[in-house]
Protein backbone atom coordinates (compact mmCIF):
# COMPACT_ATOMS: atom_id res chain seq x y z
CA UNK A 1 0.00 0.00 0.00
CA UNK A 2 1.42 3.45 -0.65
CA UNK A 3 2.65 5.77 2.29
CA UNK A 4 -0.32 7.96 2.05
CA UNK A 5 -2.69 5.27 2.56
CA UNK A 6 -1.04 3.77 5.10
CA UNK A 7 -0.95 7.30 7.15
CA UNK A 8 -4.62 7.47 6.65
CA UNK A 9 -5.42 4.37 7.62
CA UNK A 10 -3.51 4.78 10.95
CA UNK A 11 -4.57 8.16 11.70
CA UNK A 12 -7.93 6.86 11.56
CA UNK A 13 -7.81 4.06 13.97
CA UNK A 14 -5.05 5.44 16.40
CA UNK A 15 -8.09 6.28 19.23
CA UNK A 16 -8.75 2.30 18.75
CA UNK A 17 -5.19 0.87 18.21
CA UNK A 18 -3.66 -0.27 21.69
CA UNK A 19 -7.27 -1.54 23.00
CA UNK A 20 -7.47 -3.91 19.51
CA UNK A 21 -4.11 -5.12 19.73
CA UNK A 22 -5.20 -6.26 23.23
CA UNK A 23 -8.67 -7.36 22.64
CA UNK A 24 -7.16 -9.02 19.54
CA UNK A 25 -4.70 -10.59 20.13
CA UNK A 26 -5.76 -11.73 23.68
CA UNK A 27 -3.62 -9.29 25.55
CA UNK A 28 -0.60 -11.92 23.74
CA UNK A 29 1.05 -8.32 22.65
CA UNK A 30 2.32 -7.41 25.47
CA UNK A 31 4.45 -10.16 26.18
CA UNK A 32 5.56 -10.09 22.75
CA UNK A 33 7.07 -6.98 23.25
CA UNK A 34 8.85 -7.80 26.20
CA UNK A 35 10.30 -10.27 24.71
CA UNK A 36 11.34 -7.96 21.56
CA UNK A 37 13.37 -6.41 24.50
CA UNK A 38 15.10 -9.28 26.09
CA UNK A 39 16.23 -11.04 22.78
CA UNK A 40 17.73 -7.33 21.83
CA UNK A 41 19.98 -7.34 24.75
CA UNK A 42 19.60 -3.47 25.99
CA UNK A 43 21.11 -2.53 29.23
CA UNK A 44 20.61 0.55 31.34
CA UNK A 45 22.52 2.62 29.83
CA UNK A 46 21.36 1.52 25.71
CA UNK A 47 20.20 4.45 23.47
CA UNK A 48 17.49 3.20 21.48
CA UNK A 49 15.22 3.74 18.16
CA UNK A 50 12.10 2.70 17.75
CA UNK A 51 10.90 3.33 14.76
CA UNK A 52 7.42 2.86 12.97
CA UNK A 53 6.70 3.04 16.95
CA UNK A 54 3.04 4.21 16.41
CA UNK A 55 1.42 4.73 19.87
CA UNK A 56 4.51 3.81 21.10
CA UNK A 57 4.22 0.31 23.10
CA UNK A 58 7.64 -1.10 22.17
CA UNK A 59 9.06 1.97 22.81
CA UNK A 60 7.67 2.23 26.49
CA UNK A 61 8.40 -1.38 27.19
CA UNK A 62 12.22 -0.52 26.02
CA UNK A 63 12.09 2.35 28.34
CA UNK A 64 11.09 0.32 31.38
CA UNK A 65 14.87 -1.53 31.11
CA UNK A 66 16.43 1.91 30.64
CA UNK A 67 18.14 4.28 33.51
CA UNK A 68 18.25 8.00 32.94
CA UNK A 69 21.96 7.45 31.06
CA UNK A 70 20.14 5.80 28.14
CA UNK A 71 17.46 7.04 26.23
CA UNK A 72 14.44 5.68 23.70
CA UNK A 73 13.45 7.62 20.80
CA UNK A 74 10.09 6.42 18.95
CA UNK A 75 9.63 7.66 15.18
CA UNK A 76 6.62 7.16 13.18
CA UNK A 77 5.52 8.93 9.74
CA UNK A 78 1.87 9.33 11.68
CA UNK A 79 1.21 11.93 14.13
CA UNK A 80 -1.76 10.69 15.56
CA UNK A 81 -0.40 7.42 16.58
CA UNK A 82 2.24 9.47 18.13
CA UNK A 83 0.17 12.03 20.34
CA UNK A 84 -1.02 8.58 22.09
CA UNK A 85 2.31 7.59 22.91
CA UNK A 86 3.04 11.10 24.23
CA UNK A 87 -0.04 11.15 26.36
CA UNK A 88 1.22 7.76 27.84
CA UNK A 89 4.38 9.50 28.75
CA UNK A 90 3.24 12.15 29.97
CA UNK A 91 1.18 9.88 32.51
CA UNK A 92 3.88 8.49 33.45
CA UNK A 93 6.36 9.37 35.81
CA UNK A 94 8.50 11.85 35.58
CA UNK A 95 12.35 10.83 33.78
CA UNK A 96 10.92 8.13 31.98
CA UNK A 97 13.40 7.89 29.15
CA UNK A 98 11.11 7.91 26.53
CA UNK A 99 10.21 11.00 23.60
CA UNK A 100 8.56 10.93 20.23
CA UNK A 101 9.22 12.60 16.63
CA UNK A 102 7.58 12.60 13.79
CA UNK A 103 10.28 10.87 10.72
CA UNK A 104 9.64 8.29 7.65
CA UNK A 105 11.51 5.43 8.16
CA UNK A 106 12.82 5.13 4.79
CA UNK A 107 14.63 8.61 5.62
CA UNK A 108 15.68 8.82 9.14
CA UNK A 109 16.79 11.86 10.42
CA UNK A 110 19.97 10.34 12.54
CA UNK A 111 23.46 10.33 11.88
CA UNK A 112 25.12 6.90 10.79
CA UNK A 113 25.87 4.62 13.61
CA UNK A 114 24.14 5.86 16.66
CA UNK A 115 22.03 3.71 18.49
CA UNK A 116 22.59 0.44 20.37
CA UNK A 117 19.48 -0.75 19.42
CA UNK A 118 16.93 -0.10 16.67
CA UNK A 119 13.43 -1.67 17.09
CA UNK A 120 10.23 -2.20 14.84
CA UNK A 121 7.13 -4.31 16.13
CA UNK A 122 4.78 -4.70 13.23
CA UNK A 123 5.57 -1.88 11.61
CA UNK A 124 8.06 -2.72 8.81
CA UNK A 125 5.62 -4.87 7.22
CA UNK A 126 3.85 -1.52 6.49
CA UNK A 127 6.82 0.20 4.68
CA UNK A 128 6.68 0.47 1.10
CA UNK A 129 10.31 -1.04 0.71
CA UNK A 130 11.48 -3.68 3.01
CA UNK A 131 14.83 -3.84 2.37
CA UNK A 132 15.30 0.11 2.14
CA UNK A 133 13.26 -0.11 5.63
CA UNK A 134 15.88 -2.30 7.02
CA UNK A 135 19.16 -0.63 5.16
CA UNK A 136 17.83 2.82 7.06
CA UNK A 137 17.58 0.92 10.37
CA UNK A 138 20.99 -0.82 10.24
CA UNK A 139 22.52 2.43 8.85
CA UNK A 140 21.59 4.06 12.04
CA UNK A 141 22.62 1.55 14.42
CA UNK A 142 25.81 1.60 16.04
CA UNK A 143 28.63 -0.86 14.83
CA UNK A 144 28.46 -3.80 17.09
CA UNK A 145 24.86 -2.72 18.31
CA UNK A 146 21.21 -4.62 16.94
CA UNK A 147 18.26 -4.08 14.82
CA UNK A 148 15.38 -6.07 16.46
CA UNK A 149 12.17 -6.93 14.62
CA UNK A 150 8.90 -8.09 15.46
CA UNK A 151 6.13 -8.82 13.00
CA UNK A 152 3.48 -11.22 12.64
CA UNK A 153 4.27 -14.37 10.19
CA UNK A 154 2.30 -17.38 9.11
CA UNK A 155 2.16 -20.52 11.56
CA UNK A 156 4.33 -23.18 10.13
CA UNK A 157 1.84 -26.37 11.29
CA UNK A 158 -0.80 -26.79 9.06
CA UNK A 159 -3.33 -27.94 11.23
CA UNK A 160 -3.39 -24.90 14.03
CA UNK A 161 -2.62 -22.48 10.38
CA UNK A 162 -5.92 -23.47 9.18
CA UNK A 163 -7.95 -22.58 12.59
CA UNK A 164 -5.95 -19.88 13.17
CA UNK A 165 -6.36 -18.32 9.51
CA UNK A 166 -10.18 -18.52 9.72
CA UNK A 167 -9.80 -16.06 12.76
CA UNK A 168 -7.27 -14.16 11.34
CA UNK A 169 -9.18 -13.71 7.63
CA UNK A 170 -12.82 -13.37 9.07
CA UNK A 171 -13.06 -12.64 12.82
CA UNK A 172 -10.41 -10.35 13.06
CA UNK A 173 -11.55 -8.24 10.46
CA UNK A 174 -15.09 -8.07 11.14
CA UNK A 175 -14.33 -7.32 14.68
CA UNK A 176 -11.49 -4.83 14.27
CA UNK A 177 -13.43 -2.67 11.41
CA UNK A 178 -16.64 -2.63 13.30
CA UNK A 179 -15.11 -1.55 16.43
CA UNK A 180 -12.95 1.05 14.79
CA UNK A 181 -14.78 1.99 12.53
CA UNK A 182 -12.32 1.52 9.66
CA UNK A 183 -13.52 2.99 6.02
CA UNK A 184 -9.78 1.46 4.80
CA UNK A 185 -10.73 -1.89 5.90
CA UNK A 186 -7.53 -1.33 8.29
CA UNK A 187 -8.29 -4.73 9.83
CA UNK A 188 -8.92 -6.74 6.28
CA UNK A 189 -5.52 -4.96 5.28
CA UNK A 190 -3.78 -6.69 8.08
CA UNK A 191 -4.12 -9.96 7.48
CA UNK A 192 -3.48 -9.83 3.60
CA UNK A 193 -0.77 -7.81 5.00
CA UNK A 194 0.65 -10.56 6.28
CA UNK A 195 0.29 -13.15 3.91
CA UNK A 196 2.49 -11.25 1.24
CA UNK A 197 5.18 -10.88 4.29
CA UNK A 198 8.55 -12.57 4.00
CA UNK A 199 8.67 -15.92 6.08
CA UNK A 200 10.84 -16.29 8.48
CA UNK A 201 13.84 -17.27 6.63
CA UNK A 202 13.36 -15.18 3.91
CA UNK A 203 12.96 -12.09 6.49
CA UNK A 204 16.52 -13.66 7.86
CA UNK A 205 17.71 -13.51 4.22
CA UNK A 206 16.71 -9.81 3.42
CA UNK A 207 18.61 -8.53 6.87
CA UNK A 208 21.55 -10.28 6.09
CA UNK A 209 21.51 -8.93 2.62
CA UNK A 210 21.29 -5.69 4.72
CA UNK A 211 24.57 -6.30 6.05
CA UNK A 212 23.57 -7.72 9.17
CA UNK A 213 25.10 -10.62 10.57
CA UNK A 214 24.07 -13.25 13.43
CA UNK A 215 20.98 -12.88 12.53
CA UNK A 216 18.71 -15.27 14.55
CA UNK A 217 14.81 -15.79 14.85
CA UNK A 218 12.37 -16.51 17.60
CA UNK A 219 8.44 -17.75 16.81
CA UNK A 220 6.23 -16.95 19.59
CA UNK A 221 2.65 -18.43 20.16
CA UNK A 222 2.70 -20.94 18.10
CA UNK A 223 4.39 -18.92 15.02
CA UNK A 224 1.68 -16.20 15.18
CA UNK A 225 4.73 -13.62 15.20
CA UNK A 226 8.16 -13.90 15.11
CA UNK A 227 11.25 -12.00 16.60
CA UNK A 228 14.38 -11.41 14.69
CA UNK A 229 17.33 -10.28 15.95
CA UNK A 230 20.38 -9.46 13.57
CA UNK A 231 23.89 -7.76 14.55
CA UNK A 232 26.06 -4.44 12.79
CA UNK A 233 29.22 -5.68 12.39
CA UNK A 234 31.99 -3.59 14.20
CA UNK A 235 33.70 -3.68 10.80
CA UNK A 236 32.77 -2.74 7.41
C1 LIG B 1 0.83 -1.59 13.06
S1 LIG B 1 1.47 -0.07 13.58
C2 LIG B 1 2.70 -0.57 14.73
C3 LIG B 1 2.78 0.32 15.94
C4 LIG B 1 3.72 -0.16 17.06
N1 LIG B 1 5.08 -0.28 16.62
C5 LIG B 1 3.28 -1.41 17.75
O1 LIG B 1 4.14 -2.17 18.21
O2 LIG B 1 2.09 -1.62 17.92
C6 LIG B 1 2.42 0.41 12.19
C7 LIG B 1 2.95 1.82 12.25
O3 LIG B 1 3.92 1.97 11.21
C8 LIG B 1 3.86 3.32 10.77
N2 LIG B 1 4.54 3.42 9.47
C9 LIG B 1 4.29 2.71 8.35
N3 LIG B 1 5.15 3.08 7.37
C10 LIG B 1 5.97 4.02 7.91
C11 LIG B 1 7.06 4.78 7.41
N4 LIG B 1 7.51 4.65 6.16
N5 LIG B 1 7.66 5.66 8.24
C12 LIG B 1 7.23 5.83 9.50
N6 LIG B 1 6.17 5.16 10.03
C13 LIG B 1 5.57 4.25 9.25
C14 LIG B 1 2.37 3.62 10.76
O4 LIG B 1 2.13 5.00 10.78
C15 LIG B 1 1.91 2.90 12.04
O5 LIG B 1 1.89 3.76 13.14
Redesign the pocket.
Known amino acids: MQ?HR??NL?SAIARY?DFL?SLLSLKR?KMW?RETVKASDVGPTSKVL?????????ALAYADKIAADGFVIG????FE?LVIGNRKVERRHAGTPASFLT????ILPFLDDTFDVVS????IR???DLEM?IREMARVAARGGRVAI?EFTQPVNPLFRSLYYFYFTKILPFVGNLISGSKDDAYGYLPRSVMKFPNCDALKAVMEQCGLTDVRFYRKTFGIVAIHVGKKPING
Do not use: P, Q, W
Open positions: AIKFYNDRDVCTGTGELSDFCMADTLVGFGNVSGL
